[in-house]
Nanobody
Framework: QLLLLESGVGLLQPGASLRLSCAPSGRTINSYVIGWFRQAPGKVREFVATINRSGSTTSYASSMKGRFTISRDNAKNTVYLQMNNLKPEDTAVYYC???????????????WGQGTQVTVSS
């Protein structure tokens, strides 16, 4: 069982930056592919980015590529999502999730965190 915890909740203005962190409880994260997803009110959970076990390969949703960067530091047992130039439409609950492979479908991820709220508003 992999328990994940996201951190980095924020209320930010448009154009701001925020780094989210995802860390496991009681296990090492380097055995898992980690994905970030988000869910806005009234919308389905959508793929943001995913990273392989070593951190050498990443994949992004096209709408976030260039603004968001996923990375991992296995020595610190943490995966990050750096978000730049935030927009009001980025407002959502952000989740990290663990899987065996780099999927974009949230249904393919077995382990999930509780989520962290990011609100972008002027």
């Amino acid at each position: 069982q992999l328990l994940l915890l996201e951190s980095g909740v924020g209320l930010l203005q448009p154009g701001a930056s925020l780094r989210l962190s995802c860390a496991p409880s009681g296990r090492t994260i380097n055995s898992y592919v980690i994905g970030w997803f988000r869910q806005a009110p009234g919308k389905v959970r959508e793929f943001v980015a995913t990273i392989n076990r070593s951190g050498s390969t990443t994949s992004y949703a096209s709408s976030m590529k260039g603004r968001f960067t996923i990375s991992r530091d296995n020595a610190k047992n943490t995966v990050y999502l750096q978000m730049n130039n935030l927009k009001p439409e980025d407002t959502a609950v952000y989740y990290c999730a663990g899987s065996a492979n780099m999927y974009r479908n949230p249904g393919a991820y077995t382990y999930w965190g509780q989520g962290t709220q990011v609100t972008v508003s002027s």
